[in-house]
């Protein structure tokens, strides 16, 4: 199998990698039918691409086999962040191939040096409109058969305020976790994204909510009823730098 290279790999502090581990239990609880999970934001820089590829990272140290499969085309967190690079002599097959017609399944998929369970779909290439990619029949066809090879699909996508991916991409999954960014996006246009979920047909899990000054008010956003909260340390999706992030634990209902 051909094999990805992190290079920009960073521990955690511990408060963040104990929330994020909670998260990783709390996703259990959900039950074994959540297999294609996910994992987006209302806006950019909300912290959606730390928590999908860190909870795929510990879901894989638990010893899950997990892919991560990178779905946000027009503009890639995952790629940029972690430097992924791949070996000279292997060629560079990635999502938006295999959607357009080319290759198969076996080419999109990659171990990497995270964990030996952890596996990647990458973005090779980016694209200005991948709408009518997600709406190929391609696309539910790659995630069915991932879902028959992996214990967990978790899908980073584009956020939810400006374009259709993520919607479409729902609509294909089983379950979706929604990560807010505290004090920055608003209340109007998180209910707006948790709509676009529903409308999707795909169950809401939980909401993640980021970056959470101490001093402030950890229930600020309350959506008790669409899931569980989680609280850690968190990081946005363009800056290394982390600040105290709070929520509220509720049942799923």
């Given at each position: 199998m051909k094999m990805l290279t992190l290079n920009n790999l960073?521990?955690?502090?511990?408060?963040?990698?104990?929330?994020?581990?909670?998260?990783?239990?709390?996703?259990?609880?959900?039950?074994?039918?959540?297999?294609?999970?996910?994992?987006?934001?209302?806006?950019?820089?909300?912290?959606?691409?730390?928590?999908?590829?860190?909870?795929?990272?510990?879901?894989?140290?638990?010893?899950?086999?997990?892919?991560?499969?990178?779905?946000?085309?027009?503009?890639?967190?995952?790629?940029?962040?972690?430097?992924?690079?791949?070996?000279?002599?292997?060629?560079?097959?990635?999502?938006?191939?295999?959607?357009?017609?080319?290759?198969?399944?076996?080419?999109?998929?990659?171990?990497?040096?995270?964990?030996?369970?952890?596996?990647?779909?990458?973005?090779?290439?980016?694209?200005?409109?991948?709408?009518?990619?997600?709406q190929s029949k391609r696309f539910p066809q790659l995630l069915?058969?991932?879902?028959?090879?992996?214990?967990?699909?978790?899908?980073?996508?584009?956020?939810?305020?400006?374009?259709?991916?993520?919607?479409?991409?729902?609509?294909?999954?089983?379950?979706?976790?929604?990560?807010?960014?505290?004090?920055?996006?608003?209340?109007?246009?998180?209910?707006?994204?948790?709509?676009?979920?529903?409308?999707?047909?795909?169950?809401?899990?939980?909401?993640?909510?980021?970056?959470?000054?101490?001093?402030?008010?950890?229930?600020?956003?309350?959506?008790?009823?669409?899931?569980?909260?989680?609280?850690?340390?968190?990081?946005?999706?363009?800056?290394?730098?982390?600040?105290?992030?709070?929520?509220?634990?509720?049942?799923?209902?």
């Open positions: 960073k521990e955690l502090p511990y408060a963040a990698e104990e929330a994020l581990n909670r998260l990783r239990v709390n996703l259990g609880f959900c039950g074994s039918q959540f297999k294609k999970i996910v994992i987006t934001s209302t806006t950019p820089n909300e912290g959606k691409s730390f928590v999908s590829s860190n909870l795929w990272r510990m879901l894989a140290e638990a010893g899950h086999k997990v892919v991560l499969v990178d779905a946000d085309i027009r503009k890639s967190v995952l790629r940029s962040r972690y430097q992924i690079s791949h070996k000279r002599d292997e060629e560079f097959v990635g999502i938006v191939h295999y959607l357009a017609g080319q290759g198969s399944v076996d080419d999109l998929i990659y171990a990497t040096n995270v964990s030996e369970n952890a596996f990647m779909v990458p973005t090779t290439t980016t694209v200005s409109n991948p709408a009518l990619l997600f069915d058969e991932l879902a028959e090879r992996f214990d967990y699909v978790l899908v980073d996508t584009a956020p939810l305020s400006n374009v259709a991916d993520a919607g479409l991409i729902a609509s294909q999954c089983d379950g979706t976790i929604l990560v807010v960014r505290s004090g920055v996006t608003p209340r109007r246009m998180i209910a707006s994204s948790i709509k676009q979920v529903e409308r999707s047909g795909c169950e809401l899990l939980g909401v993640v909510l980021n970056r959470v000054e101490a001093r402030s008010n950890p229930y600020y956003y309350k959506y008790s009823k669409y899931g569980y909260y989680q609280d850690y340390y968190g990081h946005d999706d363009d800056h290394s730098g982390g600040s105290r992030a709070g929520g509220k634990r509720g049942q799923k209902r």
